[in-house]
T-cell receptor, first 118, second 115 residues
Framework: EPEVTQTPSHQVTQMGQEVILRCVPI?????FYWYRQILGQKVEFLVS????????KSEIFDDQFSVERPDGSNFTLKIRSTKLEDSAMYFC????????????????FGEGSWLTVV | AQTVTQSQPEMSVQEAETVTLSCTYD???????LFWYKQPPSRQMILVIR??????QNATENRFSVNFQKAAKSFSLKISDSQLGDAAMYFC????????????FGKGTLLTVNP
């Protein structure tokens, strides 16, 4: 069964450093997402990406965050200058994004990238 | 805006018994989709079951079934014949689709299965 893959599974970085989290969405999917889960809290939407541009972003997704689809298969999340409060599990996800049927609206998640900022 | 409320932070069940996890939601959309995701200790987000709001028939997936009450905006998950591997955090989520494909999650219910 196709799946979303993410790298790295775990990264430790120093505060102020740049981090890039990578994802390969399911191949026929059109919509891509990043979600974040701080330890012990619920999963929060960061950003959605469609047709090579940001479709929607949350208030969490400020100027230190950016997303890119550099080569037609990878989807990346960059955090420009990490802060302690950026420590979280970051989930990449994708969906077919076809209106009117549940398969098009089902979002599939990767296994997550656990980011620790020290 | 969408909201999801899971009123049970923790639940426990004996192995082989049945447990029901509660979820209520709110959305202004008429067309939307509801999901339960399971998050085991590995922290992966695994889709358990899904339901189209326009379908009156409750979704079932092996030992997992939902009780969808659209008027009450309630979407509970029933796990029958609970197994030790069912122990996990369970998140209820709503996706209003259309131009807004994002999922909104509840805070989760931690399910413990006792042998």
């Amino acid at each position: 069964e196709p799946e979303v893959t993410q790298t790295p599974s775990h990264q430790v970085t120093q505060m102020g450093q740049e981090v890039i989290l990578r994802c390969v969405p399911i191949s026929n999917h059109l919509y891509f997402y990043w979600y974040r889960q701080i330890l012990g809290q619920k999963v929060e939407f960061l950003v959605s990406f469609y047709n090579n541009e940001i479709s929607e972003k949350s208030e969490i997704f400020d100027d230190q965050f950016s997303v890119e689809r550099p080569d037609g298969s990878n989807f990346t999340l960059k955090i420009r200058s990490t802060k302690l409060e950026d420590s979280a599990m970051y989930f990449c996800a994708s969906s077919e994004a076809v209106t009117g049927r549940i398969s098009g609206n089902t979002i599939y998640f990767g296994e997550g990238s656990w980011l620790t900022v020290v | 805006a969408q909201t999801v409320t899971q009123s049970q932070p923790e639940m426990s069940v004996q192995e082989a018994e049945t447990v029901t996890l509660s979820c209520t939601y709110d959305t202004s959309e008429s067309d939307y989709y509801l999901f339960w995701y399971k998050q085991p200790p590995s922290r992966q987000m695994i889709l358990v079951i899904r339901q189209e709001a326009y379908k009156q028939q409750n979704a079932t997936e092996n030992r997992f079934s939902v009780n969808f009450q659209k008027a009450a905006k309630s979407f509970s998950l029933k796990i029958s014949d609970s197994q030790l591997g069912d122990a996990a955090m369970y998140f209820c989520a709503v996706n209003s689709g259309g131009s807004n494909y994002k999922l909104t999650f509840g805070k989760g219910t931690l399910l413990t299965v006792n042998p």
